[in-house]
């Protein structure tokens, strides 16, 4: 019995050799992409809309912060405006708070989100009233806590 490969058999078996780790290697490229696929979809599905969110609530916020010094300097004529403008900002925190709270998806970002919920509630809580508190005639001031 002759056990010596022929030449053609040689050619053969390394040709489907390479075929072979050609596939192992194209599927582990598949699965690798398919890996990046599921982090990219991650990112544009939940970190980018929330972030977003989240940007609006802070600068919305500072918004508020400047409208409430505002208020203080503000000559009384100016009180209603300032006021009403107090309770939209408020109206887009609520809004952004709740357009944030649909895109939290992890256990520790929606422990998070709940402290940061518990402290606007608080901050608007102790903000219940901007409205003129003052019996002098030529100095006015908000009350704030």
């Known amino acids: 019995m002759n056990t010596t490969m022929t030449i053609g058999k040689r050619v053969a078996m ?34 980018l809309p929330g972030l977003a969110a989240i940007a609006d609530v802070d600068n919305n916020t500072r918004w508020h912060q400047q409208l409430s010094w505002q208020y203080i300097a503000a000559p009384a004529s100016e009180h209603n405006r300032i006021e009403g403008e ?14 944030y709270d649909a895109t939290v998806s992890q256990a520790d970002d929606r422990a998070n989100f709940e402290k940061l919920k518990a402290d606007y509630d608080r901050y608007f809580s102790d903000r219940k009233s901007t409205r003129l508190n003052s019996s002098h005639i030529t100095i006015s001031y908000a009350v704030f806590c």
Do not use: F, Y
């Open 14 to 47: 390394l040709a489907a050799t390479l075929m072979g780790l050609a596939l192992l290697m194209g599927g582990l490229a598949i699965w690798k992409l398919q890996q990046i696929n599921d982090s990219v979809h991650s990112l544009t599905v939940d970190a």
């Open 86 to 99: 107090l309770r939209e900002v408020k109206n887009k925190i609520t809004k952004g708070l709740a357009d």
